[in-house]
């Protein structure tokens, strides 16, 4: 079954054409990752395939489901979630604040206006159980903007999950964030992306190499390849492309 | 406390509960001891802090300032005028009812221009769009009396239970305001608790987040909107019970600017600020004019003097004091 | 009866308005653009230009003395309100709220100083009278106002063309950073800006005066006029400040020649048509500033 499926999609802001009629598929419970220069186009396509902006031209469907002339509040229905690479979250909010928000909305009573939000249990069960889960619980009632930058990465995440989602598209999840940090947080999206099928755009190759299990490689808003991790680091082209990046094996090429 | 939906029931949500109750408790017993004059000015400050507490959904909830939400104050305030002098009902229930759907039509109308923007832009739209509204009612002088208004609308006459209750006594007016002022401001805490409200506040934060994780933003602020109309207009229709009388300046610019100051002062951020505010502006309006007729620059002093030094208002300045670890505004 | 005479006066008058309207607009929008506010004193400003100037002219007999007090007042108020009280708050919605503040207090201040009367000045002797253009008679003063608006719209135009701060303000960069990365200091150009835009209303007061009586909630009236001016031209846009003039100007001539005890109405239902149709102003855009 295909979960996300892209084809000739385009995307032009004033005279430059970000995305160039590209054409994706991702499987049902794949891990794909997406990586390319800066430039290529990596966040501009994961903007279009959540619902940020339109496309120009093209379609994106989503489990058959065509969504293209879909807002991204619209997508979430589809099963679709995403996360940013600049934390987007709420913070002047605290911590469970945010985590319910984000479970509440695909409840069916996030519209009540005159029952107070505590009645709602399992809304807290659920993020009591995120929280705990993501080790935040202690932290529950602090803004997000008084953690660390590491935390706040994770609220981050966590508000990506909150919904259950079938699809969720991770923008360079472990972007600023130590080597250390950012191995940790491969292990959890690993863990976490079992059931899911997860679309990520990364730098980090490290991290690309032990998530993934499909590479797509931008270039200048178009596809340049597309296979197996392996296949994608004895491509030529992407060693040209990528000057400087570590292989598989350990083995920095280029230079 | 300050605005992050802090949902323990420790002891800080019993003590406001005690709080609450004393503070009603003494405003029930208040007209024994106060003047006419002092039940009366108080009487007003009910009126208007339904008033500024439906301004401030838009502003501390939604985080969208108004500079136009005397609108509803005179949608509301003509719409109960007109029935009551022109159309001659009586019918308290009926009166108010109808005032409350003429504040939802006007909302949901209105709604549909001013929702579409935001920031600096929303607050010169509702200034305008404000000052339309005013334009049109003072020049449609037939309908609406213009600067010289409508007169004879008299006080509300309930017959309830084989009684007549007249409201033409201050006092017992008194009580059927503080039934409303309490009525508005508990329909009003449950929506800023909900899961509504709690949307409200994370589209302040960031509408695009929100609009990410599912929300369609629109339709709350649009809600919202119509629900600080609904309010407004409510508060316009008793200001005009009170007074028997309304004229074009209920839509003018002051009027909105003193609302607006009158949130500003309180305090947006504090559920009560509102309230704390219209009772100070109302309270100096009342003494400062009796002394001097600079009331305006007394207006602008205050107005600067805490945008100064009280971002937060009043209230947000006390609940700091009290609580130092909590967020600064933002 | 109707004529093609009236109609020239009609059009004239409007036209001369629009000018003057622009000349409050275009500081309006110059401060939406760098600063990102609304300067709900601009009226306030035109008034005390208004007061300051016709003082002037009355006790030194020259109208060129009045024009400058206006401009050197407005000038002076707005250095004083983004130095004194703007670097102290930044946060845009604050500042906004301070102007409101301001607008209390200068109405009380002119109310007491030169009380709520409505004054005005005649038009100095040179520029009084009418000429003649072909059969038609023409005031010429309300010439002088659409030279002079016409004359500070080229100047304006040429600024944002040919200058660098010019294109900085046309990109409408407020990027701190970025801007002082051209070598711009932006503390001196938000002090340049807003002082400009008074330096305008303070100026428009005084041309204003022979036309316009001023009088205490004056300031309320001017800043409205402008602003839906700004509504309909577009948030940031001089080209829009222009047209937007244009449209009102002659809408408010014409309507008060037509249907004047609607006219005001008419003004604002023209203004309301172009929210509906277009909320972000003909050369707006949706981007947030």
């Not at chain 1, 794949?30 to 903007?47: D, M, Q, S, V």
């Not at chain 3, 070598?183 to 150009?189: H, Y």
């Not at chain 3, 937007?244 to 809408?251: D, P």
Request: glycine share 10%; charged share 15%.
């Amino acid at each position: 079954m295909i979960a996300v499926e892209v084809k000739n999609l385009c995307k032009g802001f004033g005279g430059v054409q970000a995305v160039k009629s590209v054409c994706l598929s991702v499987e049902a419970g794949e891990r794909r990752a997406i990586i390319g220069p800066n430039g290529a186009g990596k966040t501009t396509l994961l903007n279009l395939i959540g619902g940020l902006y339109p496309s120009d031209e093209g379609q994106i469907l989503v489990f058959g489901h065509e969504v293209t002339h879909f807002p991204d509040y619209r997508r979430t229905e589809f099963g679709v979630a995403r996360t940013f690479q600049l934390t987007s979250v709420f913070f002047e909010l605290s911590v469970l604040d945010n985590v319910l928000l984000a479970i509440q909305a695909i409840k069916p009573y996030r519209f009540r206006m005159f029952r107070p939000q505590r009645v709602y249990r399992d809304l807290f069960e659920k993020a009591e159980m995120f929280l705990n889960k993501w080790d935040l619980w202690e932290n529950r009632n602090m803004l997000v903007r008084e953690l660390s930058y590491g935390e706040q990465r994770k609220v981050e995440l966590i508000m990506g999950l909150a919904s259950d989602p079938k699809i969720l598209l991770l923008d360079e999840p472990t972007s600023g964030l130590s080597t250390a940090e950012s191995a940790y947080l491969a292990e959890l999206i690993v863990e976490m992306g079992k059931d899911i099928t997860l679309l990520i755009v990364e730098h980090d190759m490290d991290v690309v190499f032990s998530i993934a299990s499909r590479i797509t490689v931008l270039h200048y808003g178009s596809v340049l390849v597309e296979g197996t991790p392996q296949e994608i680091s004895d491509h030529s082209k992407t060693k040209e492309v990528y000057l400087g990046w570590k292989d598989p094996s350990g083995n920095t090429k280029g230079g | 406390m300050l605005m992050t939906l802090s949902h323990q029931r420790g002891k800080s949500e019993y003590i406001y509960f005690v709080i609450t109750v004393a503070a009603i408790a003494l405003l029930l017993c208040l007209p024994k001891v106060l003047s006419i004059y002092g039940v009366t000015l108080l009487t007003e400050i009910f009126i208007y802090s339904i008033f500024s507490m439906s301004l401030n959904l838009l502003i501390g909830y939604l985080g969208y300032t108004s500079l136009g939400h005397a609108t509803f104050f005179a949608v509301g305030g003509y719409a109960l005028a007109l029935l009551a002098s022109k159309a001659g009902i009586q019918n308290f229930f009926f009166c108010v009812a109808a005032t409350l759907m003429v504040g939802a039509a006007f909302g949901l109308l209105l709604g549909l221009i001013t929702m579409t923007v935001s920031g600096i832009y929303f607050l010169m739209i509702t200034l305008a769009t404000g000052q339309a509204f005013w334009a049109a009612v003072w020049s449609w002088r037939s309908f609406t009396g213009g600067d010289d208004g409508l007169s004879g609308i008299s006080r509300p006459m309930l017959v309830a239970f084989g009684h007549r209750w007249p409201f033409s006594n201050e006092i017992t007016f008194y009580y059927l305001i503080f039934i409303f002022f309490i009525l508005c401001l508990s329909l009003m805490y449950l929506i800023v608790k909900s899961p509504f409200g709690c949307a409200l506040l994370g589209i302040r934060n960031n509408e695009m987040r929100m609009r990410a994780l599912g929300y369609n933003t629109w339709r709350y602020k649009y809600l919202c909107y119509v629900m600080a109309g609904m309010f407004g207009s409510l508060a316009g229709a008793l200001k005009v019970y009170q007074d028997c009388f309304i004229n074009a300046s209920s839509a003018s610019i002051t009027q909105s600017g003193l609302v607006l100051l009158m949130v500003v002062i309180g305090g947006a951020r504090v559920f009560l600020g509102p309230v704390i505010g219209a009772f100070l502006i109302q309270i100096i309006a009342n003494i400062v004019s009796s002394y001097t007729e600079y009331w305006s620059t007394m207006m602008g002093v205050a107005l600067i003097l805490s945008v100064m030094f009280f971002p937060e208002g009043i209230a947000g300045y006390a609940v700091r004091k009290v609580n130092p670890s909590t967020p600064r505004h933002k | 009866m109707f004529t093609p005479e009236l109609l020239a006066t009609i059009v004239l008058n409007g036209f001369s308005f629009s000018m003057l309207l622009f000349l409050l607009a275009a500081g309006l929008e110059l401060m939406l653009g760098v600063m990102s506010i609304i300067n709900l004193a601009h009226g306030s400003f035109y008034m005390v230009g208004a007061y300051v100037g016709i003082i002037t002219v009355k006790s030194t007999g020259s109208f060129l003395l009045g024009l400058l007090a206006g401009m050197a007042i407005g000038a002076l108020l707005g250095v004083l309100t983004e130095r004194f009280f703007f670097s102290r708050i930044p946060k845009h919605l604050q500042q906004v709220l301070l102007t409101f503040g301001i607008v209390y207090i200068l109405a009380d201040v002119c109310k007491s100083v030169w009380g709520g009367n409505p004054i005005g000045i005649s038009a100095p002797n040179i520029l009084a009278g009418s000429i003649a253009i072909g059969t038609m008679l023409f005031p010429l003063y309300r010439l002088f106002i659409v030279l002079i608006g016409s004359l500070i719209a080229v100047a304006l135009w040429l600024f944002q063309e040919k200058t660098l701060l010019g294109a900085v303000i046309r990109a409408g960069v407020d990027d701190k950073e970025m801007v002082s990365g051209f070598g711009i200091n932006i503390k001196m150009l938000n002090t340049v800006v807003f002082a400009s835009g008074s330096l305008l209303a303070g100026l428009a007061g005084v041309i204003g005066s022979p036309i316009l009586f001023v009088y205490p909630r004056v300031s309320w009236d001017i800043l409205i006029l402008s602003m839906m001016v700004v509504v309909i031209g577009g948030m940031g846009s001089l080209r829009g400040a222009l047209i937007g003039s244009v449209i009102i100007g002659l809408t408010d001539s014409l309507a008060k020649f037509f249907i004047p005890s609607a006219a005001t109405v008419l003004t604002f239902s023209v203004m309301v048509v172009f929210l509906i149709l277009r909320p972000f102003g003909i050369f707006g855009t949706s981007k947030p500033r």
